[in-house]
């Protein structure tokens, strides 16, 4: 069956470095791959979208990576935050239903 | 510019009521999703409306859990004689059309069954 998994552990990391999280996917051929913040208790932010037909998407601070060969996303955040303290979630798309299954997360915990 | 709007926030039910969860999309979008997300687990996909059609409602329990979307008013997830193990956060999110993949999520709904 279809599996996202995500750093499970929480990722600690200093402010001003950057972060990287890593989304892997098996038995799974997305048309896209979308990653959003969560704050506690609130709705999914949408951060990026990035296709299978491209290779590196950035938006100010952040950056994805889409690997389809390794089944592999990264997601990057330059010169980090406390405020980036969130968890981030990556969740694939196939393009003709467009239900996203979604990865358990990755705690992001930046320390000022 | 309003966001995903979902009412009410929070909801309280004892076991063998119904529940009764609304959606209105943001402004401009007419494809409208249904997630829950229970404790320490992911966002699992429910249910896909567009106005007056059901797309995909492969995520949705068989029994007890129907979805609208009417051609005026909010989209409406329903949930008849809960149990506690319904007790999750229920999200909505909206896009604005099928070939637009992003979708943008309202706040949720959290539903505790006591």
């Known amino acids: 069956s279809q599996k996202i998994e995500q750093n499970s552990e929480a990722l600690n990391i200093q402010e001003g470095k950057t972060a990287t999280l890593t989304c892997n996917y098996t038995?799974?051929?997305?048309?896209?791959l979308q990653w959003y913040r969560q704050d506690p208790g609130r709705g999914p932010v949408f951060l990026l979208l990035i296709r299978e037909n491209e290779k590196e998407k950035r938006k100010e601070r952040l950056k994805v990576t889409f690997d389809t060969t390794l089944k592999q996303s990264l997601f990057h955040i330059t010169a980090s935050q406390p405020a980036d303290s969130a968890t981030y979630l990556c969740a694939l798309g196939d393009g003709a239903t467009n239900k996203l299954i979604f990865g358990t997360g990755t705690l992001l915990a930046v320390q000022p | 510019n309003a966001g995903v709007m979902q009412n009410p926030r929070h909801l309280v039910r004892r076991r063998g009521q119904e529940a009764r969860l609304r959606c209105s999309p943001m402004?401009?979008?007419?494809?409208v999703y249904w997630y829950r997300q229970l404790p320490e687990e992911g966002l699992k996909f429910m249910v896909y409306l567009q106005k007056e059609n059901i797309i995909d409602e492969s995520g949705m329990p068989k029994e007890r859990f129907s979805a609208e979307f009417p051609k005026e008013g909010p989209s409406i997830l329903r949930i008849q004689q809960v149990v506690r193990g319904d007790s999750a956060a229920y999200f909505c999110?909206?896009?604005?059309?099928?070939?637009?993949?992003?979708?943008?999520f309202g706040p949720g709904t959290r539903l505790t069954v006591t």
């Open positions: 402004k401009g979008h007419s494809h």
């Open positions: 999110a909206s896009s604005v059309d099928r070939a637009n993949y992003e979708q943008y």
């Open positions: 038995n799974y051929s997305p048309a896209y």
